[in-house]
């Protein structure tokens, strides 16, 4: 890598070791897509070869232990003295293309964040009396190996249990019941690494849309531009309002369920749920099996969801942006006009390492038209 980017690479069965260097001097790619939306995941090419006496019989690296499913892999890059973990993850795929020409063949492993190994065994599991907050630290404490470290937020429709046959019971694997839990509530869960290697944030809570921007995108700005391609999109039909009943066995009769508009702050000054508000679609929810908190919960995040009208793919040199962008964050961009310019949430980044080449491909979202600031933070 060029002088000042560092790739470290951790690697074991059970505790993840720095990587030899049989395996670092053979890496040709490096893929890592960290989204807002299912799990990050990441695959690295490898250049191998059979030219010694340990690869008579096979291919040295394809047998290595290392390298086999279910072995944890965390991937660093550091800029200067700050290194920064881009994903802590679980070797699921492997895959061989030989060829006959010396050292040409490659071995692809592919993998996802440590959250895989939430999502193997399907059970059938009850919590007597317990609210879902506590199920959930419940369930993700079971996975202390891999370095989760739980934070859920107590929903505002905590629902403490007062009777002993409130047991809740759910089919499935942990990780699936906690995703059902979060969308009950309005939340959303994923697991994402700190700067610690091998410690990772289990977040279960409302979208962290707002906080602190990231280092700003810059467009046709001379020196300061450090995005290489970027286009923008706009679909006025992308958001919707939800409305629905939940049977009430209390008061024996159904209750109507609505949205009437997103609860977020917005992004830009035009937001499309707001401009073209005769126009914003409509969408019933299955609202079976919730009560009517729940209700409301999940029906207003999905308006929330769709807000997102403006959608933005670019790619940027990070050579010249001398950082990571995260997804799940806000952004600021500047350099395209008033009318795209301003604060995005940041829904997706691939990282796209080779030698002496570092590119990070982004996906950036917000509800509308016109920066709500004239200034972006650099």
Known sequence: MPFGIHLTL?????????????????????????????RDGFQIQLGIGRNGPTDIID?????????????????????????KVLIDGIITHQQLTPTQE??????????????????????????????????????????????????????????????????????????????????????????EPTDIPGVNNAYWGPLKYLSLPQKALSVNMGPETNVNTINFKYDALKPCIVSGSVDDRVLDKAIPVQTFASTRLPLSLKPSWLI????????????SRLNVIEAYAKGQAETDNSIYSVTVNGELDSLVYGDILRARKPVGLRGTGNSYDGIYYVSSVTHNIKLGEYKQSFTLSRDGLGSITPVVPP
């Open 102 to 191: 010396p050292r040409k063949s490659t071995l692809t492993i592919t993998g996802e964040d440590v959250s895989v190994m939430m999502d193997l065994e399907e059970k059938t599991q009850s919590f007597p009396n317990m609210p879902d907050i506590v199920i959930v630290n419940k369930l993700i404490l079971t996975y202390a190996q891999y370095g989760l470290i739980p934070n859920a937020i107590p929903p505002l429709s905590l629902d403490v249990p007062i009777s002993v046959d409130w047991i809740p019971s759910y089919q499935g694997t942990d990780l699936s019941y906690i995703q059902q839990l979060a969308s009950n509530n309005g939340y959303v869960f994923y697991i």
């Open 59 to 83: 291919y040295s690296l394809l047998n290595s232990p290392l390298l086999q499913p279910f072995s944890r892999l965390i991937i660093i890059i550091t800029f200067g003295p700050i290194p």
């Open 276 to 287: 073209n508000r005769s126009h914003i679609r409509t969408k019933i929810i299955d609202t």
């Open 10 to 38: 951790l690697i074991g069965p059970t505790l993840p070791v720095p990587a030899p260097a049989s395996i670092m001097d053979v890496i040709e790619s490096i893929d890592v897509t960290n989204t807002d939306n299912g």
